[in-house]
């Protein structure tokens, strides 16, 4: 699966964190994030992550367009709780194109690792129909 990480300054640490607790499971997969979460993470755990530009300068709208060409699978967004602190445009067309798409989103460290547990169960599997770029789809097109 094709997973996207990204996370507010105030959560990068958090993201790492569960990164770290969860890395076994993370690693079968091919990670994505913004720059800065992305290098913070890969330093705090040796995984391999594909990285886009820093999220206030495109990368969050980097993402948000793998999304739309379903390119993405799941994403992990750990987000800002602070009051004062307004969703932007590109996040807030993120947090829509996952539902268009039907894109599980966790925002939280509870719904994530949530997601991740399913996710390492195989409860996750019925993106690999949906998704055209799955080796399921690919090999149905006789592609692979």
């Not at 999220?55 to 699978?73: L, R």
């Not at 947090?95 to 996750?124: F, K, M, Q, S, W």
């Amino acid at each position: 699966m094709d997973i996207a990480l990204i996370a507010d300054n105030n959560k990068k640490e958090l993201m790492a964190q569960f990164c770290i607790a969860y890395s076994g499971t993370l690693a079968r997969h091919h990670l994505c994030a913004t720059h800065i979460t992305g290098q913070y993470i890969s330093d705090a755990t040796g995984l391999e992550i594909e990285t886009f530009l820093a999220g206030s300068t495109g990368g969050i709208e980097q993402i948000a367009s793998k999304i739309s060409y379903n390119e993405i699978d799941l994403v992990f967004y750990f987000r800002s709780t602070d009051p004062a602190k307004e969703i932007s445009e590109p996040e807030e067309n993120l947090l829509r194109l996952c539902d268009v798409y039907n894109i599980p989103l966790a925002t939280n460290i509870a719904t994530a690792e949530t997601l991740v547990t399913a996710l390492d169960a195989g409860n996750l599997s019925w993106r690999e129909f949906i998704n055209p770029r799955s080796e399921y789809n690919m090999k149905k097109r006789g592609l692979l």
